[in-house]
């Protein structure tokens, strides 16, 4: 099972509330709510580079599983974390926010969670 591809944001839930929470201005949160971001990940064995882009801007982290690396969060901030491979989903904790992305055929769903709120975004393979 690989996770290389591109793929395009179908929909996301809790984004506004989530993006608030992490600390987002909300010109930033109003511009980012409708675009359709497109992820590309580029899997070699357990070396992992995934862009996303979304408009103008483009986050951009480079990991080996089990390895510690760092990674960009969306408000530009880089925190050290280990990302884990658990069967189909890769598993990190990035400074109290956890990130699930799950891998399911075409599908891409990235669940983030931070205390009792989560933002969940759904991605289709193009």
């Given at each position: 099972m690989s996770f290389t591809g591109k793929y395009e944001l179908q929909s996301q839930e809790n984004f506004e509330p989530f993006m608030?929470?992490?600390?987002?201005?909300?010109?930033?949160?109003?511009?980012?709510?409708d675009i359709k971001s497109i992820s590309e990940i580029v899997q070699d064995g357990k070396k992992f580079k995934v862009t996303v882009t979304t408009g103008s801007k483009?986050?951009?982290n480079e990991f080996t599983v089990?390895?510690?690396c760092e990674m960009e969060l969306l408000t530009g901030e880089k925190v050290k974390?280990?990302?884990q491979l658990e069967g189909n989903k890769l598993v990190a904790n990035l400074k109290g926010l956890t990130s699930v992305t799950e891998?399911?055929?075409?599908t891409i769903t990235n669940t983030l969670t931070m205390g009792d709120l989560t933002y969940k975004r759904i991605s289709k393979r193009i």
């Open positions: 608030k929470a992490l600390g987002l201005p909300d010109d930033q949160i109003q511009k980012g709510k483009v986050l951009h089990g390895e510690e974390a280990v990302v891998l399911n055929g075409d």
